[in-house]
């Protein structure tokens, strides 16, 4: 007869509970750790620097009505700023006549105007006192300007943009971005929230504004703060001061100021400005400058112009123009493209943020524009 064997019990055996809640463990820790180096790295393709900020109060705006597509506006081009007039050369000291010549008109200078021709023949003192008026006719008259009595140029009011987030940053990023122009009088602040992951649990938050006033010429930046928060992270913070003499950005580095210069918030409206006044400026093949103040230097983007592309929003079809920085070959400098609806006042629908060949943040409008009314803002449209 065979020995008898021992039974074999075909049921697993469980593993100890300790050893299960330390598998448990380890499990979220690396999860958590994975979370925290994309949230680095997501905050890494947006830029940031670390310095204490102050930043100013938020102006507020109440969003009562949707912004619908409509034909965009034909303004009259803004003057460019007059030209600072010289001073006047001091009067020569009057030479003596003979007493046998003739008495002659007493001679008066005859003030510079920058905008006459090198040949134009010299005229009375009255002209360089009408000298502007007369410049404003001219180019009111000019071939190929705006009849006069075109209505000019009124800065939108305060808006809320809302997009969705998606993108690639060492793996599938999601979350919520949201832009809003706010002004009050003459001066203005562009803010840029975005957030990824959860609203609940964002994995990462970066906040830009710019902060400054609005000239005829379009926006004048005064400061820049941007402010990121990775969780259980510090808060990372950097500032840029604008004034007449130039810019001071994060690094504490000094550098002079250039015509139109931009922050990287308040670029997109002034974009809106430039393509409200100057729709020409669109075209396939076309070439736009944009000075811009960066937290660490100061450059000077040239976006060219690609073309009109329909975009497919939550609301339907938008045609918007599509620009795009000339940054290839650099990989160290973000690119940051845009398209801009004419139908929606030349406001940016959708912003891609790439570095590199992989790595991108896709911002997608997803309802129609808010908008502030002209009496919740307390004053009229600059004009």
Do not use: C, K
């Not at 305060?158 to 999601?174: A, C, W």
């Not at 007449?244 to 100021?257: E, F, I, M, S, Y």
């Amino acid at each position: 007869a065979a020995p008898d064997r021992p039974a074999v019990s075909s049921i697993p055996q469980r593993p100890h509970r300790s050893v299960r809640r330390g598998v448990f463990v380890l499990l979220v820790g690396l999860t958590l750790l994975l979370h925290l180096w994309l949230a680095d790295r997501v905050g890494a393709l947006l830029g940031e620097d670390s310095q204490a900020v102050d930043s100013p109060p938020r102006l507020q705006a109440a969003f009562v009505r949707e912004l619908l597509q409509a034909a965009p506006p034909v303004v009259a081009p803004t003057p460019a700023a007059p030209p600072r007039r010289r001073a006047p050369a001091p009067a020569a000291a009057p030479v003596a006549t003979p007493a046998s010549a003739p008495h002659a008109a007493p001679v008066e200078p005859i003030a510079e105007v920058a905008s006459a021709p090198a040949s134009a023949p010299e005229s009375a003192p009255a002209l360089a006192d009408g000298a502007a008026a007369a410049a404003g006719e001219a180019v009111a008259s000019a071939p190929g300007s705006p009849p006069l009595g075109e209505p000019a140029f009124a800065w939108p009011a305060s808006t809320r943009l809302s997009y969705t987030l998606t993108g690639y940053v060492r793996g599938e990023v999601l979350g919520t971005a949201q832009v809003e122009w706010l002004r009050d009088g003459d001066r203005y602040q562009v803010h840029l929230d975005v957030v990824v992951g959860p609203g609940f649990a964002p994995l990462m938050q970066r906040r830009m504004t710019s902060d400054g006033e609005i000239t005829p010429q379009g926006l004048v930046p005064r400061r820049y703060d941007e402010q990121t928060q990775v969780a259980f992270g510090r808060t990372r913070t950097a500032s840029l001061h604008f004034d007449a003499d130039g810019v001071t950005l994060a690094n504490g580095q000094r550098h002079a100021g250039l015509p139109a210069l931009q922050d990287t918030a308040s670029q997109f409206v002034q974009l809106t400005y430039l393509f409200t006044t100057g729709a020409e400026r669109l075209h396939p093949g076309g070439r736009i400058e944009m000075p811009l103040a960066l937290p660490r230097r100061v450059d000077r983007w040239v976006y060219d112009v690609i073309g009109e592309e329909a975009l497919a929003t939550p609301f339907g079809p938008v045609p918007a123009w599509h620009l795009r920085p000339q940054r290839e070959g650099d990989a160290s400098s973000l690119s940051i493209e845009a398209w801009f609806a004419p139908s929606l006042q030349y406001l940016p629908v959708r912003i891609v943020i790439r570095r590199g060949a992989e790595e991108f943040i896709d911002l997608m409008i997803e309802r129609l524009p808010l908008q502030a009314t002209e009496e919740a803002l307390g004053g009229s449209a600059l004009r």
